[in-house]
């Protein structure tokens, strides 16, 4: 047989193989990966349902009313408690009409980071279409703060934290390309086009510090507003930006995450609480090794079939608690069943140590009682 043909068919019998391969392997290889130390705990939470899906942000305002959630409509919700339930408090958009509960308009915007500036009362917040935008004490239409950097137009504004000492603020544009409806393209293509940017609220200046980042995802400033950080969820990684201080202008890693980030928040004791989208896999792992990979992954499967391979299956629920000095992991629980916690976006500390958590799809928020998890700081080996 001349070797030609014997090539032919080696090259064809590749698909066969991978085929089979796929066939006895594939829970295998899309099972989420098993953590040592975690507590599995996230499912007796109480759970909040929502007049809306995608309550991916949450905040409190100076007289401790909320949360405040931004969610998929284009909308901002208020929880004023059992008896009243949630009411509407603001909104990006003026263009209301076509707006749906379960799918993004980008006439409608999608309301994520939120952020209240406490001498003034107004909640600010990142709009995933339009740039940074605000809304006074009382409510209503948002209008727009920051809609560009350095001359690049703000494309996908997600995660704030406000130095309320200095009147500025930080936030991620995850990418100066595509807007939050192209977040997994932005994921999977490995595309490095995210950047950090501070804004100065009395000179109205917006300023890049750090850029060239893949998917940066949650942001957070430490508690004495000397560094920043930003997660990068393509890389599982959480950068500390430097802001103040004889470091002011460096960066450095802080910490590496075992899955794809979304919002970080500072806990009143200055440690963090990171939310993952879910736990990383064999799959994610191979679809992220190279551009190229998650391209082909990008363009020959439906965004929900992505998805779903991306959280092994069935989504589940999972918050690490980093220390707010060495970025060691202090507490990791998770729903691994995701019987009741799915897709978290957020998991916010109050002072009274409940821990209540947003979702980037689901249409409800949880609350978890601090004597549940029983934190103790003990570094997870």
Known sequence: ??????????????????????????????????????????????TIPLPGDGPESLEFDSQGEGPYVGV?????????????????????S????????????????????????????????????????????????????????????VMFANQMDIDQEEDVFYFN?????????????????????????????????ATIVMDKLHLPNGLALSKD????????SGTNTIHRIWVKGPKAGTNEVFSKIPGPMDNIR??????????????????????????????????TLKVETVIHLINGGKPHGIVVKLSGETGEVLEILE?????????????YERDDGKLWI?????????VLDKSVYDLTNNVVA
């Open 1 to 46: 047989m001349p070797i030609s043909q014997r090539v032919l068919k080696q090259v064809a019998a590749v698909p066969v193989v991978l085929a089979i391969i796929c066939y006895f392997f594939w829970p295998s290889i899309i099972a989420p990966d098993h953590l040592k130390g975690t507590k599995d705990v996230l499912q007796v939470a109480k």
């Open 72 to 92: 998929t409509d284009g909308r901002i919700l208020k929880w004023r408690g059992e008896e009243l339930g949630w009411v509407e408090f603001a909104y990006s």
């Open 94 to 153: 003026p263009h209301r009409d076509n707006c749906s509960r379960h799918k993004v308009v980008p006439s409608c915007g999608r309301p994520l980071g939120l952020s209240f500036h406490k001498k003034t009362g107004d909640l600010y917040f990142c709009d995933g279409y339009f740039g940074v935008m605000k809304v006074g004490p009382k409510g209503g239409l948002a209008e727009l703060v920051v809609a560009e950097a350095e001359g690049r137009k």
């Open 173 to 205: 544009d995850s990418s100066d390309k595509y807007h939050f409806e192209q977040v997994f393209y932005v994921y999977i293509s490995g595309e490095k086009t995210g950047r950090v940017i501070r804004y100065d609220m009395k000179k109205k200046e």
């Open 225 to 232: 507003g000397s560094f920043v950080l930003t997660c990068e």
């Open 266 to 299: 500072r806990t009143p004791t200055g440690d963090f609480w990171v939310a993952l989208h879910c736990k990383d896999s064999l799959f994610t792992r191979v679809f992220l090794s190279h551009s190229l990979v998650g391209k082909f992954f990008i363009k």
């Open 335 to 347: 729903d691994s069943e995701g019987k009741t916690v799915k897709y978290v976006s957020e998991a």
């Open 358 to 366: 947003g979702s980037v799809y689901w249409p409800a928020v949880w």
